[in-house]
């Protein structure tokens, strides 16, 4: 059964980068055949898209982030990473990352979720 | 681009059915049919109850089903019961740059 574990820093001052790593078990990210996905919740707040990308490092963001994200994989260690860099209170959020069958809407798999707070 | 339009909040006893709908324009909801509906419990990470439209995943109870008409996309819950107490959110492909869209989320209260 395929799970995914997001980890990182919990706590990331203003103007500093984010980072975070999502662990995938059970199943390989090498497949081909799926969109990785990091998408965000802000506090009592609904789900926004941040981007994906595919095994072979192809990757695509959301525009409203795109000047600050970076999505990369290691298929190496099974694991896709995410970088968002001058953040924001207004990043303050949980952050999930997903696995997509088919079409990239279609998030099958999500892991449990990271909370990160930008605060000095 | 804007977020899909859901009402912020609806409604039903158990055993009675409610819907929940999601509005969208002819660029996402209503060009394509991937539209997604996702369940999810406090604190917990969303769960996919609904995929390109009307398909449930495996393991997801036949009481959810999903529609669509012109640019509005509807889940419809038959037979509430307690543990459906949750917010629900929609997601469309778009063809803008955005990609995706998200709607802003119904909480589902069983009374």
């Known amino acids: 059964q395929l799970q995914l574990q997001e980890s990182g820093s919990g706590l990331v001052k203003p103007s500093q980068t984010l980072s975070l790593t999502c662990a995938v078990s059970?199943?390989?990210?090498?497949?081909?055949?799926?969109?990785w996905s990091w998408i965000r919740q802000p506090p009592g707040k609904g789900l926004e898209w941040i981007g994906y990308?595919?095994?072979?490092?192809?990757?695509y963001y959301s525009p409203s982030l795109k000047s600050r994200v970076t999505i990369s994989v290691d298929r190496s260690r099974n694991q896709f990473s995410l970088k968002l860099s001058s953040v924001t209170a207004a990043d303050t959020a949980v952050y999930y990352c997903?696995?997509?069958?088919?079409?990239?809407?279609?998030?099958?798999?999500w892991g449990q979720g990271t909370l990160v707070t930008v605060s000095s | 681009q804007s977020a899909l339009t859901q009402p912020a909040s609806v409604s039903g006893s158990p055993g009675q059915s409610i819907t929940i709908s999601c509005t969208g324009a002819?660029?996402?909801?209503?060009?394509?049919?991937?539209v997604s509906w996702y369940q999810q419990h406090p604190g917990k990470a969303p769960k996919l109850v609904i995929f390109e439209v009307t398909n449930r995943p495996s393991g997801v109870s036949n009481r959810f089903s999903g529609s669509k008409s012109g640019n509005t996309a509807s889940l419809t819950i038959s037979g509430l019961q307690a543990e459906d107490e949750a917010d629900y959110y929609c997601s469309s492909y778009t063809t803008s740059s955005t990609l995706v869209l998200f709607g802003g989320g119904t909480r589902l209260t069983v009374l």
């Open positions: 059970g199943g390989s990210i090498s497949s081909g055949a799926y969109t």
């Open positions: 002819s660029s996402d909801v209503g060009g394509y049919n991937y």
């Open positions: 997903g696995r997509s069958s088919g079409h990239i809407v279609v998030v099958t798999n």
């Open positions: 990308t595919y095994d072979t490092g192809s990757t």
